[in-house]
């Protein structure tokens, strides 16, 4: 079952003391951030927040669930916690400072270019009479075969 988008909003409203926070939907579900660090996921109406000593100690009685099936268990928040905003914050506070740095990405690598033209940055080297090889990474080296000119 889907989460509703309005009780996502919801929860985001009374972490909103944490900083700054959004809500990504992945695969009917919604994945929740801190600055830029995932700090909880809302599943099925569900609030799952992830998992730190720091987290359960704040927390005392810890209840754990997967938040779908296959994961592994997070820290199930349940009942009137979620309608408690400064509770809500100081635990989602509490969870981004244990969990590291948000990883970033890395830039996607370019499509291949067109054949018969070379990439910018690379070299050719001759191979054979009918091929050369075009060169980025030596260690990724490919053979191509030039275009024959009748």
């Known amino acids: 079952m889907a989460s509703k988008q309005s009780n996502v909003d919801f929860v985001l409203e009374q972490m909103a003391g944490a900083g700054p926070v959004s809500a990504r939907k992945m695969f009917g579900e ?3 951030y801190c600055r830029e660090k995932i700090i909880a996921l809302f599943c099925d109406d569900q609030l799952f927040v992830k998992p730190t000593e720091e987290g359960r100690a704040f927390l005392g ?3 754990e669930r997967a938040p779908y099936p296959g994961a592994k268990p997070w820290l199930l928040i349940q009942g009137d916690r979620c309608e408690d905003g400064e509770w809500l914050s100081e ?3 509490i969870t981004h400072r244990a969990l590291p740095p948000a990883k970033r990405k ?3 690598r370019l499509a291949k270019p067109p054949s018969g033209t070379k990439a ?3 070299r050719t080297l001759s191979k054979s009479a009918g091929a050369e090889r075009s060169v980025q990474n030596p260690a990724r080296a490919t053979l ?3 275009k024959s000119s009748r």
């Open 30 to 32: 919604y994945a929740l």
């Open 61 to 63: 009685k810890v209840t």
């Open 91 to 93: 635990l989602s506070r």
């Open 106 to 108: 890395s830039p996607k």
């Open 120 to 122: 910018k940055g690379t």
């Open 144 to 146: 191509v075969r030039k």
